[in-house]
């Protein structure tokens, strides 16, 4: 298996992790400022951007504005669940040549444009979504006080450790 593919699968199983330590009113909570944001938008956001990538297209297109936007992914854990099992699956068990040159078409903000991408560079971006996403879930943890136990949750791998000074 490929070692972005591995990366991608290792951040995706802390979602699993995660959705053990949830109940749905604590999904769909968005009552945390600033953003009052849930962390089942940003578990649907995540996983929506790994499906666009696997609706590519038989034009060597994947369009990352196309997501599926499943409310129930954002209020239910078993669908979040559900979600995240078909993604890992996905993930598992296809090939990819992390060479193959695709047309991502994204709006960066200034409207919609189209990029060239590998593979690899695609599934490269959408792990480090990921742990972007995770940092932010992380925040919201704290504000619900939701423990969870994962000191690396959120945190890109090149994150500095604090050592101690003894």
Do not use: W
């Not at 993930?91 to 040549?97: A, M, V």
């Not at 996403?133 to 969870?148: M, Q, R, W």
């Amino acid at each position: 298996m490929n070692i972005i593919i591995e990366s991608s699968l290792k951040t995706l199983n802390k979602t699993k992790l995660l959705l053990d330590n949830l109940d749905d009113a604590s999904l769909c909570n968005a009552s945390i400022s600033p953003y009052c944001s849930s962390i089942g938008s940003h578990i649907r956001h995540i996983l929506d951007f790994y499906e666009c990538i696997f609706n590519k297209n038989s034009e060597n297109q994947i369009d990352l504005t196309d997501r599926s936007r499943n409310s129930d992914v954002e209020a239910k854990c078993c669908s979040a669940r559900d979600y995240l099992d078909t993604i890992i699956e996905k993930l598992s068990s296809s090939s990819f040549d992390m060479n193959e040159t695709v047309d991502v078409f994204d709006d960066l903000g200034l409207g919609r444009t189209e990029i060239k991408y590998t593979m690899g560079a695609v599934f490269s971006q959408a792990n480090s979504h990921t742990i972007h996403h995770y940092a932010i879930i992380n925040y919201i943890l704290e504000g619900l006080k939701i423990p969870f136990d994962d000191s690396d949750f959120g945190f890109n791998p090149t994150t500095p450790k604090e050592t101690s000074l003894n």
